[in-house]
């Protein structure tokens, strides 16, 4: 691990580091909040959505401040393989490079790097474990679209490992959504039942369950209809019986405008659980 | 004035808007933050630092949480006159775009369009009072690096237009500094005695004073000899009987990352003065 930048921030260190991953195949670069300590700390993971780095939520997303106060190490992965040898479509804002929706991906030539899946949920634990102090026994994870509905499927397969999950504005069911459906079938082919392992509602329509989750989201948001559609994971939830509080903010937008301004009732929510 | 967008943050408005500005005659972008209110609220100016647009702090200055609790606007203009007929040295961030050092200038081809210190302490004054709900009776002045500069200098020169005024890591003599001596000398003159209205210490020396300072400067702030030297304003202030209150914050560098860590601080400051 490579430390490319850190920094002093509400007395605790933003740092900024980069890997050779395996199961992406290339360099992957992450950032980590470490709050002041003198214990280990917990773990909160942040998924960012499509065409965020690690960087949009680091500049914008203001969790510095009461992650500091909760003293909670906060973990901002990239959303997808990047480089000169990664297949991409670089006039897609929904597929390759900053979409990398984690999955695993299972068709040619993208299962070669496309796993972002293992890449957040396996890959990045282990190093973050080993070189940053803090307690995997208690995680956290939430994020923003794309990465929303990461966190929310990533915590419904592992709610052992996972204490809290939270989301701004999911996409609630990727397979069916306008903009996701389409980058589904390129890393997952085209049969849509491999691709129920990596959509919210379907998991919870298989049985799949987490405590409790909250959500997020602004009324004002463009993809309110075509992409993200909060009712469906409400029906979803609804049907088995899984708690959600889900919060309609009116008049905020898809923006880190948003995602900041209700930072800290996450930060808070999830503290609670871990 | 045309708005280029507004967002709802932390219950108020984040807008970006463009207007034709006769003293540095092209267009200027400029941020304003409007809290939640029923009645005008007064106003605290951000200028920012070199190679800055409104746009740095609006993304990561972490303002809008206290200043919405708090019911002041924040407005944020641009660093200089943009765009492709305004007179520019692209390969130095020092000078031109990105760099206007809050001065009018005196010399070809820069008077033309050069004149950011009018424009902030003049004409943008005139178009927020006009366009916005604010009580310019209430006015407090703030930036950071040469914004920081700037702020001191125009609250030195207009103590009572302004009730507040403080600084992150300012330039404190740029007369005599590395990175803006050689500027002043284009936008001024070679006659050093025309950049004395535009050098925090040299206003003190001539008589200038304001009620009083808030500096915060970082102790690892990589400019801290070269640029910034804290203790050219502290000597300058004591040997004038000018109030400061001088932080140097243990750790911190130059960046936003040290900007938004003591920004509720200098919020709260200048409200206590508003």
């Given at each position: ?43 909160l993971w942040y998924l ?9 939520v680091?500049?914008?997303g203001e969790y510095?401040?009461v992650a500091?106060?909760l003293?909670v190490?906060i ?65 956290g994870i939430f994020g923003h679209?794309?990465g929303g509905?990461?966190a ?12 809290s999950a939270s989301a701004f504005a999911p ?42 989750f909250l959500v997020d989201q ?27 509080t889900?919060r309609?903010q ?8 948003f995602v900041s301004s209700f930072m800290e009732d996450h930060l808070r929510w999830h503290m609670k659980r871990l």
């Open positions: 691990m490579e430390t490319i930048s850190t920094a002093l921030s509400y007395g605790g260190t933003q740092g900024v580091y980069r890997h050779m991953s395996v199961v992406t195949g290339c360099d992957m670069t992450f950032a980590v909040f470490m709050p002041p300590h003198d214990r280990p700390v917990p773990v960012s959505g499509l065409t965020c780095t690690h960087a949009n680091m500049d914008k510095r401040r500091a106060e003293g190490a973990v901002c992965p990239d959303t997808s393989p990047r480089g000169a040898d990664i297949p991409d479509e670089a006039d897609n804002w929904q597929f390759g490079s900053g979409a990398g929706f984690y999955v695993d991906a299972t068709q040619t030539p993208y299962a070669e790097n496309y796993n972002m899946y293992s890449y957040v949920s396996e890959e990045l634990p282990a190093l973050i474990a080993a070189e940053f102090d803090v307690d995997m026994s208690r995680q679209s794309m509905h990461g929310l499927t990533i915590a419904l397969k592992h709610p052992d490992r996972y204490k996409i609630t069911q990727p397979s069916t959504a306008d903009w996701s459906s389409g980058s589904l079938a390129k890393y997952l082919g085209d049969d849509a039942s491999g691709w129920r392992q990596y959509d919210a509602v379907a998991l919870l329509e298989d049985g799949y369950r987490f405590d409790d602004g009324t004002a948001d463009s993809f309110l209809e075509s992409g993200l559609r909060p009712w469906l994971l409400e029906e979803a939830c609804k049907n088995a019986g899984q708690k959600l889900l309609m009116e008049g905020y937008d898809h923006s880190y405008l």
